[in-house]
């Protein structure tokens, strides 16, 4: 597969001011990308709940300018200047000049705010470069007069981070080469809505906070040092055959299949982190205390309650709508002690960026 979106410049005559803004959400992966190669690939293929509630929202303000060339930007993170995100913003953009050659012949204002604390295991990256990536297709597309390609804004999420080219879908996404999904590739997204059993069109996941430090060890470095990780290949081979069976097992509405296959990712996931060199450790005990209490709540009750976990500490517990009193129970006998301030973000699944 070859796609390569390059940009094109804007008609001097046509240049404005003017501003857009987006809201995208988060996603959750129950098959993970932990692994990539070359520019932003990755090394198996993945699949997310769009989600709901954990968004980024952003707006740009545009400016004609000059076209020396130089790219004007500054960056404004819950309405304070921000030179860290803001730098990585622009590192982004200059490393990726082709994609918006007009992105010199306009000044921008970037200001960004999110639903859910930074750097907390919840992928604020993919909410919050969706979002970006959003706004940036949308000032193209007023000025092109093309319609908006999702396609595109997928491609573009995905070299900003990874796991954002699968927050631009409804409900599910795939990305990553597959043998026996069709259209999945390792360049952008696919969307996967409608294809599965309507039990997961409002799947919940509420997210137990366990911690909102900031991780000792980010993704970026994580996914370095899969390089290196002795059990990379069995990995990498385990997320494809995953992926398979976690697709039959949604098409049939198979609850049990599902959870056995979403948790056994979590912990693969958090196995590989423990045993690569340096070792390293992003649960924390309260995320061991839930996962015992979420298994025990199965147990009892035999409900369709499970858990997976992002590169952090904290939970998402998934279940079906239909049982969402008797989890909020459970949750507040069981759980809540065990999270940060009681700090829940309760989501769902999700319908995809939405523009403001
Ligand atoms: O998109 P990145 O580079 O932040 O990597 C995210 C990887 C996981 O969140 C751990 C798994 C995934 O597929 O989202």
């Known amino acids: 597969m070859t796609y390569n979106p390059l940009g094109k410049k804007i008609e001097q005559s046509k ?36 989600l709901d509630t954990a968004h980024t929202q952003t707006e740009i303000k545009f400016y004609p300018k000059e076209d020396n060339e130089l790219i004007e930007m500054e960056f404004f993170f819950e309405g304070e200047k921000n030179i860290a995100f803001g730098t990585k913003i622009r590192n982004y953009l200059e490393g990726n000049r082709n994609y918006f050659p007009w992105i010199t012949q306009l000044a921008l204002i970037i200001s960004s705010t999110n639903s859910f604390p930074h750097s907390s295991g919840i992928a604020s990256s993919a909410s919050s470069m969706s979002a970006l990536i959003m706004c940036l297709m949308d000032i193209e597309s007023q000025f092109q007069g093309e319609p908006l390609s999702v396609k595109k804004a997928s491609f573009l999420s995905r070299l ?26 390792d360049l ?56 398979e069976e976690l697709i039959k097992a949604m098409k049939k509405g198979d609850l049990k299949t599902f959870g056995e296959i979403v948790e056994s990712e979590a912990m693969t996931l958090h196995a590989l982190m423990m045993c690569s060199n340096p070792s390293y450790i992003l649960m924390e005990p309260n995320t061991l205390n839930i996962i015992r209490e979420i298994r025990a709540f199965r147990q009892r009750t035999n409900h369709p309650v499970f858990f997976t976990l992002d590169a952090g500490p904290n939970i998402h ?7 969402f009193d008797e989890v909020v129970s459970f949750t507040e006998e069981y759980l809540l002690a065990y999270c940060l301030d009681g700090k829940i973000i309760r989501d769902k699944v999700g319908q995809g960026p939405k523009k403001i």
Do not use: C
Not at 22 to 49: D, E, M, T
Not at 317 to 322: Q, T, V
């Open 15 to 50: 240049l404005k001011e003017g501003s857009t803004s987006w809201k995208s959400p988060s996603n959750i992966a129950l098959v993970k990308y932990w692994g990539k190669h070359g520019n932003q690939l990755p090394r198996n293929a993945s699949i997310s709940f769009t």
């Open 160 to 185: 900003a981070s990874g796991s954002a080219s699968r927050s631009l879908y409804p409900q599910l996404s795939i990305w990553g080469a597959h043998p026996n999904i069709e259209h999945s590739n």
């Open 188 to 243: 952008f997204a696919i969307s996967y809505e409608n294809q599965v059993d309507s039990v997961f069109a409002d799947f919940h996941d509420d997210i137990l906070i366990v911690s909102a430090k900031e991780k000792s060890v980010s993704s970026t470095a994580g996914h370095k040092l899969m390089e290196e990780n002795i059990y990379a290949s069995s990995r990498y081979e385990q997320a494809n055959h995953h992926l």
């Open 317 to 323: 517990m998934l279940y079906p709508s239909d049982l």
